[in-house]
Structures are given as C-alpha cells and as structure tokens.
C-alpha cells in the first residue's frame, strides 16, 4: 500500500513568489495534517483536516497561507507570497483516526528554500 | 499548552554501548506518546507509542515506559548498532500531534 505521497519533494522560488504544495494520504485516513519543521527543530502543526473540514487551523498564518482539502481526499498547501522565513521542510501527515491513540504516517516533505 | 521537552544531542556512541534520550512532557489530560525515528534522506516514521500510563512501547530493541507521576518517556535501548545512527523524536498526541526538538544520534562502529 502506498503512503502518504507529497510533490514536489524540492522547491526553490524567490521571494515574494507563490508557492503550492500537494499531499495524497493513505486511503481511508480520514485525518490530514500539515507540518512546517525548520531546520534542527520539530515538526510543528500548521492545519488539521478531518474529512475536508479544517478543525483546527490555529497556527496557520493567514495572511499568507491557505490550505484546501475540497473533496476529504488530497490537499494543497499554498504561500503566497513566500517571504525567506518560509524556507523549511513542509509535511503531510495522515492518520485512520482522530483519536489521541492513533499514530501519523509522515509523507517525505517538500523542502522549500526561499530566496 | 501541551509541550515535550527533550535532551539536546547531538549523542554520539559506540556501537553496543546502552542508550537513553530523556523526554518529559507538559499536557491536558492524558495523552498518548510516541517516538518517531528519521533516518538520514527519509521521512519520520513510527518507533513506537504507549497509550496509558504505566504501558511500555517496544520495537527494534527500543523501549519506552509511560510514567504518568514523571510525565517522562525516556527512550532505551540496551546495545545500539551503527544503523541506529537518526533523529529521534519524542511527541504526544492529545488532539495534535506535539513534537519535541529532536535527538540526533551517531553510533561509530
């Protein structure tokens, strides 16, 4: 079974420039989320979906970010515009469940540099 | 809010010589906790995870004991190989996911 598919797996863009990633999570995982880890720290959330609804999308920079998940299934992440303090690994992670007990499988991430 | 905490690396060993990476915890209720592994060019997968307080997680000689009285779930393993060489996160689940920093390890043959 494949897992959680994310592309593209590098991006280089300057600054200012819009930017979109995409994730495929397990089939069946109903939870969708997306992590920004910069470099030498943890993951850290930016937007849970369960289903194509958004239940938690606290730590999301509006301003900036927007992420969709239209049909429960796949989503995109975008920036625009991408400002050098977004050069990170940016993850999709999935879970069967929403529950505390239930582990996430991680995609490989995209690794953004903004320049 | 809910917050890990876990000891700076990076940690550098010898192969067969024992392990530990501290990793305490700060959250609502009872959460679940894991630890991910990322080996170099991968990305972050299970370790393993205990659900309750008292539960150990075991996997690939790793294990883990849930103390609730501590709040810790400190990482162990009795003899490493070079293989083991990753970064290792400790995290708790309570809604979100909540990572700690990460623990690089090297293990020299």
């Known amino acids: 079974e494949a897992g959680v598919v994310q592309s593209p797996r590098y991006k280089i863009i300057e600054k200012k420039q819009p930017v979109a990633f995409w994730c495929n999570p397990i089939s069946g995982h109903n939870t969708l989320y997306w992590y920004r880890q910069n470099l030498g720290q943890g993951p850290e959330l930016l937007i849970r979906y369960e289903n194509e609804e958004a239940v938690d999308d606290s730590q999301l920079p509006k301003d900036r970010f927007s992420a969709e998940r239209l049909k429960g299934v796949d989503s995109t992440l975008k920036i625009q515009p991408a400002e050098l303090g977004d050069s990170a690994v940016y993850l999709c992670?999935?879970?069967?469940?929403?529950?505390?007990?239930?582990?996430?499988?991680f995609g490989q991430g995209t690794r953004l540099t903004v320049v | 809010g809910n917050s890990v905490t876990q000891m700076e690396g990076p940690v550098t060993l010898s192969e067969e010589a024992f392990l530990t990476i501290n990793c305490t915890y700060t959250?609502?209720?009872?959460?679940?906790l894991f630890w991910y592994v990322q080996y170099p060019g991968e990305g972050l997968q299970l370790l393993l995870k205990a659900t309750k307080a008292d539960d150990k997680g075991s996997n690939k000689g790793f294990e883990a004991t849930y103390r609730k009285e501590t709040t810790s779930f400190h990482l162990e393993k009795g003899s490493v190989q070079v293989s083991d060489s990753a970064v290792y996160f400790c995290a708790l689940n309570r809604q979100n996911f909540v990572f700690g920093p990460g623990t690089r390890l090297s293990v020299l043959p």
């Open positions: 959250a609502t209720g009872y959460p679940s």
């Open positions: 992670a999935s879970s069967l469940t929403p529950l505390d007990d239930t582990e996430a499988f």
